[in-house]
């Protein structure tokens, strides 16, 4: 609900509130400007009996002095009946510059109160005003939400592109905006008569005027006592009546000063209403204020941003929420999905469950975890997908779900199990999934299967997950998680090198950058900029007529400017066929699955790389990366020498530099007739010695290659006592095998 108003009211009110706001940061200039040129004595330098004394010795026909709400003093004069107005310096009476009005200031006045509509465009303005303040409250409540309690609202944000843009500088602005638009709306609701306004009418003129010789104005009594920073506007008498006074308006009030004796008559005090409203005017323009103008005019400056960002995610939100093809009814359906996300990603995952399921021969039904139903008679399953937000808390759409699950009647029937999603960097890891499952559990239901908990999306924790469920219903389901289409980026093809094609193994090292993105900035779709990439993290390829992505591993980081990977062309292969024909140039549609559990171990124990053909990729990017110089032993096996000795020369430098400290590579088409397992057979006191003192292996390459390098160390790892497994259970001994 929250969202929806946030997002509704921001959208239908975007084009004007980002006028309101371009003006308002316009005019929030002319406080500090007025300032600059303008000279501003000191609290009690100059009284305003002073003043009016220096500005008659220079401007004889002085008419009127008025002090600016930024402090500089403006005398109205006439001079042989041809009236003037100067600015003037109060500490000598001596004009600065002819005074007069910016016509651009005026014009953007005139824009930012009624959009030059008149009273209809004022009233236009006022409700814009408060769709800002709706707008502020609303944003900060999400941001709460989001961030897990007001303490945390100055921690760092998670998330990418156009969300962390919007989130970030709502942060920095709110206060800002808010002050805006409370002001704002406040100054219109009094114009248009929902708020009382005081009308100041001032006292009435004096009947007890002396009418004697006037006495220099700079000897007034009454004059000498109000300094020149109370001072609003001091009226001069008409020269030729003697019963005219001096009409004198302050801070604190207004009165009449007799010319001739100098006393202060029919003083009246300004009634606090319109001290009020003088702050409120004060605290929206910075009148007064110059520094918080700058204030108010930054934080106005962010809503263009805002409004484009906000319009971004609630698009890309849109998008995403499109119906599922072929969600039967929930009251039809054998299995339900029931899915909680902040940001979406967990979508994409209940998608391809759904999809899977629904090839299997479930009717499948898949909403929101909010969307809860009293009970779902039918059902014999229920999967339930969320990730955790804030600080352990519940994602927007599973908000509600606590709450409605305590109304929910459950058969003995229903069975479920939950799948979370979340980031061990989290002290709360996937809690609100914990939450969940235990919940459902003290509710009678049974589990289907213990819940297992997704870190960072991982796509094998997924298909793993996936692989146990289907034992339990009986139907393989072969989940790969597909992220939505929408996340893909255009690509271009920036270099190629390529191997192996004298002996019939075409491999090639493609270098891709994110193509040119046209005229829209890139903040506007969060579909047009890569997340962070790590060698090892997979780039999804999508080949032409809509096939599914094919994924590669990326052997490069986002600090190395480029995504590469290494593709050994596959006869008949799609999409390896597709990648091999590209020409420098030519664009695909990518995106990045995260991988991270496939990393080389940060330290001083030895990491052993093995792998065969295109697995060097990633394993060459992990060596890039080891500017540290930790021990890191490369054994790899190609066909060829000549042919398919793939990033050969990057990996002498890297011998010389000390990134790679030892290279054994096995060229089974050579002389040597040898694989790479061969190589760690030869090595097998090195390797266990390695294995021993904490070493981690890392390999890459096909299952075959990957099946005998498995054996080789087990058979290397016998005299230690320990095996495969045990490494594989301490994290040192990944796998990246397709
Ligand atoms: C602001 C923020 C707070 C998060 N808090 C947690 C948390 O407390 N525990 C956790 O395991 N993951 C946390 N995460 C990670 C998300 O749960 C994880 O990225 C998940 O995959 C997001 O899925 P979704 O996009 O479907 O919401 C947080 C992420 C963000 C951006």
Redesign the pocket.
Known sequence: MLRQLHGLSGLLAALFLITLATTGAVLSLAPAMDRVVAVIPAVGEVSVAELAGRVVAHYPGTEQVVRGPSGGVIVYHNRDGQPGADLVNPLTGEGIAPYEPSAFFSWIKDLHRSFLLNDAGRLLAGVMAAVMLLLCISGILLLVR???GWKALIRP???TGSKQIHSELARFAVLGLLLSALTGSYMSAQRFGLLPETFETGPTFPAEVAGGQPAPVATLSALMDVDLRELRELVFPYPDDPQDVYSLTTSSGSGFVDPATGELLKFQPRATGSVFQQWMVSLHTGEGLWWLGLILGAAALTVPVLSMTGISIWWQRRRSSEQLPDNAEAYQADAIILVG???????GFARELHTKLNKAGFRVHCSEMNALADSYPQVSRLFILT???????A?ASARRFMARLRDFRSYKTLQYAVL?????Q??????FALNVDAALANKGLSRLHPIELID??SSSQFSEWGDKISEFIGTPLALTYDPLPLSTVKLELVERADYGVAIQAPTSILRFKVAEQGRWPQFLSQAKTLPLFEAGDLLGVMPPHGQAARFYSLASSVTDGVLEICVRKQPGGLCSGYLHGLKPGDCINGFIRHNPEFRPATGSNPVILIGAGAGIGPLTGFIRKNTERNPMYLYWGGRNSQSDFLYQPELGRYLDDHRLTGLNTAFSRSEEHAYVQDKLRQDQIAVRQMVDKGAQILVCGGRDMAEGVKQVIEDILKPLATDVEALRAEGRYLEDVY
């Not at 996300?341 to 979508?347: I, P, Q, R």
């Open positions: 989001r961030t897990g944000l998670a998330g996300s902040e940001g979406n990603t967990t979508w990730s955790t937000y804030g600080d352990g808390d994602p979370g999603f979340g980031d061990r989290f002290s709360n890891f996937c809690q960072r999306c």
